[in-house]
Each structure stands twice: as structure tokens, then as C-alpha cells.
């Protein structure tokens, strides 16, 4: 492979033009300029995928283009029916934070469709990557596979992007004697290892809640009664379960980096994590819109793996 000579396109997007998020393929410009491509779900963004764009963050400032990321919304598992439900570790709201966070210029997010499951790689890869986003350079994790039947990978976007693109497959991260994954993340918060699911992630795992407002403090003389219970409700129903128990927890609200550290308890739930807090229940009830709960600590006496205690 080659490294791909990035010479600028008529009228490019400059470098250092603010971020932005393309939903969908017809938001992107008609001449955004020449760009290095990250592509993969990313659900969750832990730091396997970190890894992945930072490398195309790399590559493009070296070549003084933009890094793009390409994810697809919902998960293929559940369009493909490889999966029931959704499980996911953030929203895509979320997921396109994370990953402009992780270092991307751009995200575009792509519909995940039977259409699109059904294009086949090379016909994706011209349309998308080389039509749409002038892609000079792609980095995608170690045996990323898509197209039709999955049968795309590295050497399908070496051939269709031609001999001066650039294709890098990153190596796994591991953590400890595991590679980092989505699905050992969602394992990890069904087993409420809040810890070990910390280190995978790289920061807290993150819940997003709406107040049950229909929920009342029993008062006393000393004020808001402790342990009361004020309901969270998932903006999300198809959030990876989390397992039931007593947490700490620190509650921000959504688009804010501080909040107070509280008891949280995780009730059992069909369709996303439940929460009910149990400290600072009036601090709660004083907010005005949708919370971000970060989970911290197991409060009730789990294990994580290996038998070490998730407090």
C-alpha cells in the first residue's frame, strides 16, 4: 500500500472548520474535499474504536485533510435479525459526541437498511467512500468485514479505492487478556461490572434518563426525606441492560459536565435500565430536563471478573 498523495479538491472544506454531523448521505457536500474515512458501528466508542479514529485523525492531519467517521444507525445485528434488540451501549446521539470527541472532523451516519445490507462492497465503497466523501485514505479495525454478506474487507477497499489509497487495519486493544469489544461491554454492564466496563470504555458508562415527574418526596421536619426514591426513566428502551442493584453514580444534566455523586438503584427492566435514586432525590426533582447518570461504583457487593469487587 501506498500513501495516498491528498492533493485539495476545488473549494475543500478548511481543516479547521467546525465539526458537523451529516445524517445521512444527501447532508454531505457536493465538494467537501479530500478526506482519511474511519467506518465501523462504534457502539459504545470504547477504546478499541478510539483507537480507530485516532489513527484517521493522524493520517489526516499529516496530509492536512479532515477525518471523516462512517457508522450506520440502528445496529446491523438487529436489522439483519442476528440480535432482538438493540442493546445499545450509548445513544447515536451520543455515539456522534464520543466519536468527534475520539478526534473526527465530521461523522456521517448512515441509515442501516436491507438496501444497504444488500449492496455489495465494492458498489458501497465507490458510492460512499470514493463518490461522496473524496476518501484517500480509510481506517477500519483488525477483520472489519461489510457489503452484501459481509464479504468486503481491507483488500475490496485497497482494490476499489485504488493502488495510491491508504487502508489501515488497526490491531485490537486489549484489556488485560481480552480484547475490547461491544459485545464484552454489554456483558460487563449485565454482570454490573462498572469498573472493569470503566476501564473497556475508557470513561464511565453512561445511562440517559428522564425524571418520572409524577413522583413525590415524603417530607419531614428535616426536610426532603433520604432514600425517598425519585424514579429515572430510559430515554432509551432499547439501552444495554445493566443488572439490577445498588450503585454510585454521578447525575448531570444532559450537556453538562457536573452534577453531584449519588446512591442509584438499578431495578429489573424489560425494555431499558430503570433507575431510582435514592440521594439527592430534591437536587433531582429541581432539574428541568433529561439527566445523564455515569455509573461509578457497585454499592451491593459484586465481583468483577477474576473475583476482584467492582467497589
Known sequence: MSAATLSAAADPLPVHAPSRVWWGL??????????????????????????????????????????????????????????????ALVSVRRRTELLLQAGAHDVLVLPFTHALAAEPAEAFAERVLRAALDCRAVVVGAGYRFGAGGRGDTATLQRTLGPDATVVAVAPVRREDERCSSTLARALAAQGHVQALQELLGRPHRVEVAVRRGDRLVADEGGPRRGTGVHLDPLDAGAARLAPGRYRARVLPLGCDVGPVLDVDVLPSGAGPALRVLTGSAWVLAQRGPLAVDLLDRLDGATGPGGRRDT
Open 26 to 87: 444527501e447532508q454531505v457536500p457536493a465538494r467537501p474535499g479530500p478526506s482519511v474515512v474511519a467506518m465501523g458501528v462504534f457502539d459504545g466508542v470504547h477504546r478499541g474504536h478510539a483507537a480507530v479514529v485516532a489513527e484517521a485523525a493522524r493520517l489526516a492531519g499529516s496530509r492536512g485533510v479532515r477525518s471523516v467517521v462512517v457508522t450506520f444507525d440502528p445496529h446491523p445485528a438487529v436489522v439483519l435479525g442476528r440480535r432482538p434488540e438493540p442493546d
